[in-house]
């Protein structure tokens, strides 16, 4: 949910996130246990790409295949799709915030925590934007050139 705040440029991208800024994100440790899996679309970008947030759960290889299997059963252009894992870059203190928050109900001291460790991966998810933002402009380049040729 953050890194698509981050892509949709509704956190900044020359400093760090207050707490505050952070747990007003939309979703931000909102999902609960039965929305595991189910895709957030969270608006388009500059390019109007749609973005979307999903939260895997423990069950994330079973369902990046399930993605993957979809995307190719429906014949869906696999250069349209881009997933990107930003668990990659998430600081432990996010995930014992979030387990604190979503799985015990500790909302009030987990959700903290979980924006505090946000805030320390806070560089490494804008990196990884900013990555996938040139991944998605190479491919776009790539197929002008091939409907040029």
């Known amino acids: ?64 295949r399930t993605i993957a299997s979809l995307i190719k059963i429906l014949a869906y252009p696999p250069r349209e799709i881009l997933l990107v894992d930003t668990l990659v870059c998430i600081h432990s203190l996010t995930r014992i915030g979030g387990f604190l928050s979503r799985r015990l109900g500790l909302v009030s001291c987990g959700r903290p925590l979980a924006a505090l460790g946000i805030r320390l991966s806070y560089r490494g998810l804008l990196e990884l934007v900013q990555a996938t933002m040139a991944q998605c402009q190479r491919q776009r380049n790539d197929l002008d050139l091939n409907r040029e040729i």
């Open 1 to 64: 949910m953050i890194a698509a705040a981050i892509h949709l440029r509704k956190l900044p991208w020359d400093r760090l996130p207050t707490l505050a800024e952070l747990v007003k994100q939309e979703r931000f440790d909102r999902t609960e246990n039965r929305e595991i899996g189910t895709p957030f679309f969270m608006g388009r970008d500059g390019e109007g790409n749609e973005i979307y947030a999903l939260g895997l759960g423990p069950d994330k290889v079973m369902i990046r």
